[in-house]
């Protein structure tokens, strides 16, 4: 028999050295975005001269090497540092590798999702292995159990952090059950997201309570009052929540704005499923009119034509009517974003309908510090809010009709 030329099984070493080539490749690839990331940083500083017409913001080397974990295990990355010559403070800082960063964003988001998904810390370092390939099983148990601690301190730095240095403009609200129970009630989480006046939005309180508990909501909202949160124009919430009483409260100028999804479903589950399509058409037809007054005959039309036979669903919707609309006094660009809680709804969606055997992993701090880890990774990949420009126009209460603003007479 002829032999027959085979290509030779790939040895441990020749696999080494593979995964030593893909490091050496993603460590050169991280390296020119950082130089890039630098040169475009520099860029703002171009025209600074000094007294004999040189840059005044020039380089200044590398801050010491260091080691992020990715899923092929640990790359070594350098940042460049920068200096006024001038002695005026000036820093450079790479949103590909922050300050400190130790993981890659892979590892920081699976690990807190693996662990809410019912993952056990004996387990997370097969789990980690399988999505993210054998670097990450660097990660011990021992390891998770120190981030879980460090996630909490996290936690409570950031929750007493003060907000008074952004002036806020909108705020949406909800509570997050969790499969967790203390005593008789589920655990709750509430949530409130507040958007500044660049557009950006940011998770403002992550905290326990009871969802309809008008209570909890003025624990919440006494403690952002406390850390500086001025009174935001507008909160979105569902209409069920005890958080409207508290907010008329502690915030009395604050306008509410119901969320249309919640009371969508809530106005279908009055009505039978052979009905729910065309109603449904209806309650979009209002929230979609161009203005105030057109909404105003799409809700009447809908009054009228389910009044009489479904009570039921035209009182739950017509109890909301004045909160429903208040989005029409606000910027036009702004109502896909304020005319539900859908921020909230988006970030958090998965942790609504957690598995039974997450309840054995979390208790009630555990459950907050990884809502709070999730929070986090989901805010960094947040857009600004559509017309963000005019945001201070918002904060500055500027009369909107219909979503135009109304021009002042000269």
């Known amino acids: 028999m002829s032999e027959i030329n085979q290509i030779p099984p790939i040895s441990e070493a020749t696999h080494d050295l593979l995964t030593e080539t893909i490091r050496a490749g993603a460590k050169e690839i991280i390296r020119l975005a950082v130089e890039a990331e630098l040169e475009e940083y520099l860029k703002q500083f171009r025209d600074l001269k000094t007294a004999d017409g040189k840059a005044e913001v020039v380089r200044n080397g590398h801050l010491p090497e260091r080691e992020v974990q990715t899923g092929i295990g640990p790359v070594t990355v350098r940042v460049p540092k920068i200096r006024s010559k001038t002695g005026a403070p000036v820093s450079f800082q790479s949103v590909l590798v922050p300050p400190y960063v130790r993981k890659s964003k892979s590892l920081e988001a699976a690990i807190p999702w693996l662990y809410l998904k019912g993952i056990s810390t004996g387990e997370m370092n097969d789990a980690l292995e399988a999505l993210l390939g054998p670097g990450a099983s660097g990660l011990s148990s021992s390891t998770i159990s120190r981030l879980k601690t460090e996630w ?7 929750r007493k952090a003060s907000l008074a240095d952004k ?6 609200v909800d509570g997050i059950y969790s499969g967790l129970r203390k005593e008789d009630d589920k655990l709750c989480a509430l949530v409130v997201i507040g958007v500044d006046s660049q557009g950006r939005k940011h998770f403002l309180a992550i905290e326990d309570g009871v969802r309809e508990s008008k209570q909890s909501w003025k624990e919440v909202l006494l403690e952002l009052k406390h850390r500086g949160m001025n009174a935001p124009k507008l909160a979105i919430g569902d209409g069920a929540l005890g958080f409207w009483a508290a907010l008329e409260e502690e915030f009395p100028k604050t306008k509410a704005q119901r969320c249309w999804m919640h009371k969508t ?5 009055c009505l039978p499923k052979s009905a729910q399509q065309k109603a449904k058409d209806k309650i979009h037809q209002i929230w979609m009119a161009e203005t105030k007054e ?4 799409a809700f009447d039309l809908f009054i009228d034509t389910y009044e009489a036979k479904y009570p039921k669903a035209a009182i739950c919707l017509q109890k909301d009517r004045d909160e429903l609309l208040n989005f029409y006094d606000f910027p036009a660009e702004h109502w896909q974003s304020i005319r539900t809680t859908n921020p909230i ?6 942790i ?3 598995t039974k055997r997450s309840k054995g992993c979390l208790d009630r701090d555990g459950m907050l510090h990884m809502i709070f880890k999730l929070g986090m990774c989901a805010e960094k990949n947040w857009n600004r809010i559509r017309g963000y420009k005019t945001i201070e126009k918002v904060i500055r209460e500027v009369k909107f009709k219909d979503g135009e603003e109304i021009k002042q007479a000269a």
């Open 167 to 172: 002036k806020w403009a909108y705020i949406w």
């Open 294 to 297: 057109e909404a105003d005959k």
């Open 352 to 354: 609504r309908h957690r």
């Open 345 to 350: 709804e988006s970030s958090f969606g998965t």
């Open 152 to 158: 909490g301190k996290e936690y409570d730095v950031w």
């Open 265 to 269: 479903g809530n106005v279908l589950n």
